[in-house]
């Protein structure tokens, strides 16, 4: 395959031909001396057992030990063979000198044999070489033949005595080698073993050696004359020895050792620290027919090297070249890949950097040349599975290659409408010239990299068929591997390409899906300058509306000059005052770019407008223009809905949202910058404990992110961040316009204003620019922008200004006409029915305050009234629609109707205890009145009725009060308002008509203050000549002003209060005596006393007698009550009966007495207990019997069962239970007698209240104490 | 002569790889430093990726070089946060050796963190402080000849 392995082939005739240079079949020399036919004998075996075992090798500088398979070409010796002083070839010095002889004849040995060997001993000393072996060869048949042999080992002896002194092992032989036997088989290893080792020891000696020559002449590098092509044959000899040991590590090493070395040179000598020798290779490059890898070795650069003509493309090209072949040895071809591209930048870098002069283009051919030569290097040495898998290590070259020929194609004018001109051509030429010829190992390649790279600079179309087989290859490769944005950056420079090509058409989709890329990616500059172009293709392709929206998009790039941005503009505009005939079609962009809405304010600033009201909305552009830009019309579409929440189209709500300054912002989202990921919710982080069910320890605990759906959602592919097209424009009646204005660059604030028609609900949609033929729009407003058009029913409201009115004195109340779509006119009035408990007051100089509807005060005036019998007429001030009218007039109500005391009055004593809780309720609050009036409004033909609720501020009970025959009313009143109000006049009257009555009043002051919440109490006596009515009418009446007014005008109001007292007459007087035990000065505890009761008839028969229980015999008349002795503080111990019916006559001073024994349970003065008397009703009372069952329960209910419930509650003796049966027996409808109370004020118990002393019995130890 | 980037990290689901601070010193050619860097993170992607196999205690930050093209080096470097910082240097640029380049990748990586440290920071915004400004001047200012 190779040429060069011809020169192998020569080596073992004659070495005399220098230089012998390596190649695959070279094998470490090793010279056979003596007997030549023996050898040949044995070779066969000898060259096919030797690499058979590997050896290990141990090596010196702490290098790591090798397992080495050793191969030797076996040259007969010649004394030119042996290196002669000073030589450094390595390839072609022997190793190991063997000398062979199958002499078995002590004879001959001493002969011939020995002299031979001492001969060629002499020569190896001249030449210092002590790598020998001497091979004795024994063979059986040759012992038969001679008897009188000499044992073997004589000869072995022999000849170790004379030769190896202290070396017996330089002597060794060999039994049998032709002869399959164990034998020999075993005299083989034994060899074969020394062999190896022998060799070996030679390498590691002679090895070493050369290294230590080599390290030497390294140091010498700083001395003049110093010369690295010298050098580098002399390590390159050493990277030959290993590659020929199989070592290509170590043969690689020295190339990178060599290839470092001269790096390092170039670097110095960039940095001024220049060497000699390193001009020569500053040469100007005149050939640049890239790498050559095909062949292991390049004898042609090789020699240039040798004989210090290489330029540094011929050296690096070199140096790469074998250590491309040692790495594909190595099967490490991707690490090809990978330095070749690093060489192919560092040989540009260093030519650069050594300041060569390279005609232009010619390193780019070089480059190209070298990338296809690499690749298909590669593709040569690996199956196609292999090269897809590993293309992110090719893709490099793929591209470095595409990108050169772009170069290639633009330098020589291949990149061109129009095609290369001559002074192109003549580039052309020189380029191709200084590829040479052909290559004779490519000759026959179709595809070789040089007939590529001529093809394509043929011609114009060829340039352009390779450059897009390139480009599309190199895509798809970065594609594949995910290497998406390198893949854009090809696409790009394609599209650069055929805009060139003027193919705008298929330029776009690259620059589109870069510019996309860069989108997504937030790469402001990279948009900015993929947009330029892209803005150039659209330009190109004719497409207005995108180049337009481009256009615009670039004109706001603040990444771009202040001149291109202007240029942008400026197409935009032209564009825009084109004159075409038949007013084409309008071009609608987007808007964002153009101008943003920054903020909008709405005056009235809730945003809530009357019919008819106007409405301004001032806009804050920020024009995103460098240049002033005129504007026929800005419009805002506006969708009109009919409001269904009237609620907001109230004055209240008006009044209620204000709160709002009017101004809405909004956040723009500048597309294809960062910040829009502001726009992504916030982290929504949730600490998560986990605990195990079973004991409820914690087993996790962690953040959970709960909107992590809304912040991993995938990026749709299609979410088009560059709104470019799609924007319609919305068709609306309503619209708010503004014509003819210049936006200036920067903030613009827009106004405008509209008159409010009908009522509704106005949202702003969309904000549409109209320049010339262009229009801007943005499609939706958000956040969603509204205002409101109400229309107001004219509307009266009278309120008190306090919380409650109170009746009796003057207070204010609040009139509020809210005027709505009425207009007052002059001689609005408002007619009030006047009523006679509630008087309307006004000041002549009282006012009424306008304000507009939304609270600002607008105008004041006086008002007037003028009041007739029946009405009250308030003229209104004049006001316009939406207004509010307020005034305050003065009210009072004049509490005229008494107060009628409440029929349960009698019942009071009885139900006291009961129903307290509810009547201190009751009694908490005022009563109250409503007073309604009526109004006519001038807006409508139908009144308006009002109610106002006046609170009565006082609050009146009455008690009657007896003292035996003698009776008083006592009136309480109770002040349940907040203010302090002055009584006078109190009075009562009788009004029925009993002239007989006299009321004397027992009050001292006729003027007295009631506090709030205080009480005061009135009393008067009865008095009477003859008999009393059985019922007597009251009137209670007393004036009234409130003392704390400084006000003296109060004028006093009367309060009445109406109150009946029936059955006041006392019939009986009952009186309790409790005398001690006879012969005892005191009660005593524990010991009975007698009590007595007496009761006594205070009168004759009267009225009221006559009932039921009355019984009538012989003219006396008896009826019969019932007696209850009750202790309820359980003092005494009633013995007996507590409780009996008597007989009593009904005439005056009748006395029944009654004794029982009673016990003091304790020491001390002691109330008496209770004595109670009832009527006692017959059973067979036609009354009873007619009652119903309602009636009888609800009489039961008012007298006989609240007794029992007393009598229960009170009487410690008595059982329940006993009660219950009678209570059932009652339910039952039998028979039972009843009893009935006696109002109060019939029987007078003349021992109320009274006490006796009791002492503590002698024998009671325990003093008892209970204070109650 | 030697050109910063930083970019964002990888976790902002919306936009990924956008740059937080970008410097290039001198600013002429700056687009195609920008390109260069952009067309950088194809290999920062593919390392990270290749490292999320490997053990994710030990792992190095510094992503070595990225890739060599004819005029530039790449460097590249990566926080566990998946911050990206990238540097290139003028190939011709000889002082900066691999330990250099890890130096001021550290240094950045210490004032970068020294920014995420200010409340008033917010993360993932670009960067204008001065103070990193300065550092990132000082650095350059070192290596450029």
């Known amino acids: 395959m190779d040429p060069a392995a011809a020169v192998a082939a020569e080596e073992e005739e004659g070495s005399e031909k220098p230089p012998v240079i390596y190649t695959m079949e070279n094998k470490p020399i090793v010279t056979c001396a003596g007997d030549q036919n023996l050898f040949t004998s044995v070779y066969p075996m000898l060259s096919q057992q030797l690499p058979r075992d590997p050896m290990e090798w141990r090596r010196s500088y702490g290098r790591a030990p090798k397992m080495i398979h050793l191969e030797s070409n076996f040259v007969q010796f010649k004394e030119e063979l042996l290196p002669k002083e000073g030589n450094k070839a390595l390839l072609t010095f022997p190793f190991l000198h063997i000398y062979w002889t199958e002499c078995c004849d002590t004879e001959v040995y001493k002969a011939t044999v020995k002299d031979d060997i001492t001969k060629w001993q002499n020569v190896l000393k001249v030449h210092s070489s002590v790598d020998w072996l001497i091979v004795v060869v024994e063979s059986d048949a040759k012992k038969k033949n001679k008897t009188n042999i000499l044992p073997r080992t004589s000869i072995v002896d022999k000849i170790r005595n004379d030769f190896c002194n202290k070396q017996s092992d330089r002597c060794v032989v060999l039994s049998d080698p032709l002869k399959d036997s164990s034998r020999s088989q075993e005299s083989w290893n034994a060899f074969l073993t020394k062999l190896r080792t022998l060799l070996l020891m030679s390498f590691t000696k002679n090895l070493g050696k050369f290294e230590d020559d080599m390290r030497t002449l390294r140091e010498k590098r700083t001395e003049p004359g110093w010369s690295f092509c010298e050098y580098f044959m002399v390590q390159e000899e050493l990277a030959f020895v290993f590659e020929m040991l199989q070592q290509f590590e170590d043969a690689l090493v020295q190339y990178d050792e060599l290839d470092a070395l001269f790096s390092q040179y170039v670097v110095n000598f960039g940095a001024g620290d220049g060497a000699n020798w390193l001009t020569f290779f500053c040469q100007p490059v005149r050939s640049w027919n890239g790498l050559i890898l095909r062949k292991p070795i390049d004898m042609e650069k090789r020699e240039l090297i040798q004989n210090q003509e290489a330029t540094l493309l011929d050296l690096r090209s070199y140096l790469f070249s074998r250590q491309c072949t040692l790495l594909i040895f190595l099967q490490r071809p991707w690490e090809v890949s990978q330095r070749a591209l690093e060489l192919l930048h560092n040989c540009v870098q260093e030519l650069k950097l050594l300041e060569v002069s390279v005609p232009p283009g010619a390193l780019d051919c070089w480059v190209f040349l070298s990338c296809l030569e690499v690749l298909q290097r590669i593709e040569g040495c690996c199956d196609r599975a292999q090269i897809d898998a590993n293309v992110s290590h090719t893709v490099g070259l793929w591209s470095y290659a595409t990108e050169k020929l772009k170069s290639l194609g633009y330098l020589c004018g291949l990149v061109s409408e129009k095609g290369p001109n001559s002074e192109d051509l003549n580039r052309t030429v020189d380029l191709l010239a200084g590829l040479g010829a052909e290559r004779p190992e490519t000759a026959n390649t179709a595809q070789s990299p040089y007939k590529k790279l001529k093809e394509a600079l043929s011609s114009v179309e060829t340039f352009e068929k390779h450059y897009l087989d390139l480009s599309h290859a190199t895509i798809e490769m970065y594609t594949n591997i995910g290497r998406i944005r390198s893949a854009k950056l090809v696409g790009k420079d394609l599209a650069e390409f055929y805009m060139r090509k003027k193919g705008p058409q298929k330029a776009e989709v690259y620059l589109q899906g870069a510019l996309k890329t860069y989108l997504a990616e937030g790469w402001a500059l990279l948009i900015t300058h993929t947009r330029k172009q892209l803005a150039e293709c659209q330009k190109h392709l004719g497409q207005i509306e995108n180049y337009l929206q481009t256009s615009s998009l670039l004109a706001a790039d603040n990444h771009l000059t202040e001149d291109e941005r202007t240029h942008f503009c400026q197409e935009i505009l032209n564009f825009a005052n084109q004159q075409t005939e038949g007013q084409g079609e309008k071009v609608i962009l987007s808007m964002h770019s153009f101008a943003q809405l920054k903020t909008l304010h709405f005056d009235p600033p809730n945003a809530v407008v009357h019919v008819g009201g106007t409405l301004s909305v001032e806009l804050t552009l920020l024009s995103q223009m460098p240049i002033p830009v005129q504007v026929d019309q800005i419009a805002i579409n506006v969708h009109f809905s009919i409001e269904k929440n009237s609620y907001r189209k109230t004055a209240e709500w008006l009044t209620k949202h204000k709160t709002s300054n009017g101004i809405i912002s909004f956040s723009n989202e500048v597309v294809g910058f960062p910040l829009s990921r502001n726009n992504l919710p916030a982290l929504e982080l949730y600490e998560m404990y986990e605990r195990s069910p079973s004991d409820n320890s914690l087993n996790t605990t962690g953040i959970i992110c709960k909107n992590v759906h809304m912040l991993l959602r995938r990026q749709e592919s299609s979410s088009s961040l560059e709104m470019s097209s799609g924007v319609t424009l919305e068709d609306g009646a309503h619209m708010l316009k503004c014509s003819n204005l210049i936006l200036e660059p920067g903030i613009n604030r827009i106004t405008f204003r509209t008159q409010a028609k009908e009522p509704g609900t106005y949202t702003l949609r969309q904000l549409c620019m109209s320049v010339g033929k262009v229009q801007f729009v943005l499609p939706h407003i958000y956040p969603i922008v509204q205002y409101d058009v109400y229309s107001q029913e004219p509307q009266l409201k009278v309120e008190p200004l306090t919380d409650s009115l109170l009746a009796g004195i003057p207070q204010k109340v609040k009139f509020t006409v809210t005027t709505g779509h009425y207009t007052m006119k002059n001689g609005d009035t408002l007619q009030l029915s006047n009523a006679d408990a509630m008087p309307i007051l006004y000041h002549p100089e009282s006012k009424a305050v306008i304000y507009s509807n939304t609270r600002e005060r607008v105008s004041q005036s006086t008002l007037t009234i003028q009041s007739s019998e029946k009405i009250t007429s308030i003229a209104l001030p004049m006001a316009p629609a939406y207004h509010v009218i307020e005034f305050e007039l003065e009210v009072m109500y004049l509490p005229s109707a008494p107060v009628v005391a409440m029929e349960r009055e009698n019942l009071i004593n009885k139900d006291l205890h009961r129903k307290s809780k509810e009547k201190q309720k009751a009694d908490n609050c005022m009563a109250t009145v409503d007073q309604k009036v009526t109004i006519d409004c001038p807006w409508s033909i139908y009144s308006t009725i009002i109610a106002l609720t006046f609170s009565i501020p006082f609050n009146a009970k009455h008690s009657l009060l007896s003292a035996g025959k003698r009776k008083y009313v006592q009136v309480c009143v109770q002040n349940m308002s907040e203010l302090c109000f002055e009584l006078s006049e109190n009075n009562l009257k009788n009004s029925g008509n009993y002239t007989d009555l006299q009321l004397v009043p027992l009050n001292s002051e006729s003027q007295q203050l009631i506090y709030s919440k205080q009480s005061v109490f009135f009393v008067w006596e009865l008095k009477w000549m003859k008999e009393l009515p059985p019922s007597l009418q009251c009137q209670f009446l007393f004036s009234f002003c409130p003392v704390t007014s400084e006000e003296q005008s109060f004028s006093l109001k009367p309060f009445i209060y109406e109150f009946q007292v029936e059955n006041f007459f006392t019939l009986y007087n009952v009186k309790a005596e409790i005398f001690p035990p006879l012969g005892a000065e005191y009660c005593k505890t524990g010991s009975l006393c007698s009590l007595e009761v007496s009761i006594t008839r205070l009168s004759d028969l009267l009225e009221v007698d006559k009932d039921e229980a009355l019984t009538e015999s012989d003219g006396y008349c008896t009826t019969k009550l019932m007696y209850e002795v009750v202790d309820n503080s359980s003092n005494w111990a009633v013995c007996g009966k507590s409780s009996g019916v008597i007989s009593m006559p009904v005439a005056a001073r009748a006395t029944h007495k009654v004794h029982m024994e009673v016990m003091p349970l304790f020491a001390g003065y002691l109330p008496f207990p209770d004595v109670r008397l009832y009527k006692y009703l017959p059973h067979h009372s036609a009354h009873s019997m007619q009652l119903d069952a309602d009636s009888w329960i609800e009489n039961d209910n008012l007298s006989v069962d609240k007794n029992v419930d007393d009598q229960a509650d009170s009487s410690s003796i008595r059982s329940r239970g006993s009660i219950h049966s009678t209570t059932s027996g009652e339910h039952k409808g039998l028979p039972m007698p009843r009893l009935q109370s006696f109002s109060s004020g019939q029987v007078f118990n003349s021992s109320t209240g009274m006490q006796i002393l009791v002492i503590p019995s002698k024998d009671d130890h325990v003093l008892e104490v209970s204070v109650t | ?145």
């Open chain 2, 1 to 145: 002569m030697e050109r910063i980037a930083l970019l964002s990290p990888v976790c902002s689901p919306r936009l990924q790889n956008y740059p937080l601070y970008i410097r290039s010193v001198p600013t002429e050619n700056e687009l195609k430093f920008h390109y260069t860097v952009h067309t950088s993170l194809d290999v920062v992607d593919e390392k990270i990726s290749a490292m999320g196999k490997a053990l994710v205690d030990q792992r190095e930050l510094y992503l070595g070089l990225l890739y060599p093209t004819e005029d530039y080096k790449v460097y590249g470097y990566v926080t566990n946060s998946k911050v990206k910082f990238v540097m290139v240097v003028d190939s011709s640029n000889t002082a900066l050796r691999d330990n250099e380049i890890r130096s001021m990748f550290r240094k950045l990586h210490n004032s970068y963190t020294d920014i995420m440290c200010n409340p008033f920071y917010n993360p993932g915004d670009c960067i204008h402080s001065r103070a990193f400004d300065n550092m990132v001047t000082s650095m350059m200012m070192q290596y450029v000849k």
